[in-house]
T-cell receptor, first 114, second 111 residues
Framework: NAGVTQTPKFQVLKTGQSMTLQCAQD?????MYWYRQDPGMGLRLIYY???????DKGEVPNGYNVSRLNKREFSLRLESAAPSQTSVYFC?????????????FGPGTRLTVL | QQPVQSPQAVILREGEDAVINCSSS?????VHWYRQKHGEAPVFLMI?????EQKGHEKISASFNEKKQQSSLYLTASQLSYSGTYFCGTDDMEYGNKLVFGAGTILRVKS
């Protein structure tokens, strides 16, 4: 099992450009998450999907959109990138109702917006 | 709302002990602990549940005080491999299946 995979691993964008970060999991998990990690700020939740067909905003959703394409895939889109979106982005997934199960993280995407 | 972790950073020598604390302004249903090595993804350490259940690594111990809405992670006889950033995450059942993390505690173990 590959677990949680993310593409790309690195990306450099210019201000105003758009891009989509891809995430897939092969553990048959119901819930999937997108976090951003900035120095001193920890992991901040951008969006999450508790189950296929549903998405909800997290702590810092502005400037992002998500799509839960199917049970395996959850993508994050930046429509018009800004330097403030320079960060490391982690996708994660979790099984069942979640409360008794740990979260599995992907390797991360390091994004720089110039 | 992010849980609050303390201390922000701690430096230990091998064999010393450390305690990392996590507190929330909301009622906690569960607390998760993760460790992240530099340049890597966070890795699961432990879950503590309301009511006393725990699930996690044998060598890691933690407590969960439901009334105080606090959890503590105990690292005893620290090893060099314990170095990293420790995050607590809290489950907010009000919104259903959403894990919110604190800002992290940087732990460095020196030889």
């Amino acid at each position: 099992n590959a677990g949680v995979t993310q593409t790309p691993k690195f990306q450099v964008l210019k201000t105003g450009q758009s891009m989509t970060l891809q995430c897939a999991q092969d553990m048959n998990h119901n819930s999937m998450y997108w976090y951003r990690q900035d120095p001193g700020m920890g992991l901040r939740l951008i969006y999450y999907s508790a189950s296929e067909g549903t998405t909800d905003k997290g702590e810092v959703p502005n400037g992002y959109n998500v799509s839960r394409l199917n049970k395996r895939e959850f993508s994050l889109r930046l429509e018009s990138a800004a330097p403030s979106q320079t960060s490391v982005y982690f996708c994660a997934s979790r099984d069942g109702t979640g409360i008794y199960n740990e979260q599995f993280f992907g390797p991360g995407t390091r994004l720089t917006v110039l | 709302q992010q849980p609050v972790q303390s201390p922000q950073a701690v430096i230990l020598r091998e064999g010393e002990d450390a305690v990392i604390n996590c507190s929330s302004s909301k009622a906690l249903y569960s607390v998760h602990w993760y460790r992240q090595k530099h340049g890597e993804a966070p890795v699961f350490l432990m879950i503590l549940l309301k009511g006393g259940e725990q699930k996690g690594h044998e060598k890691i111990s933690a407590s969960f005080n439901e009334k105080k809405q606090q959890s503590s992670l105990y690292l005893t006889a620290s090893q060099l491999s314990y170095s990293g950033t420790y995050f607590c995450g809290t489950d907010d059942m009000e919104y259903g299946n959403k894990l919110v993390f604190g800002a992290g505690t940087i732990l460095r173990v020196k030889s």
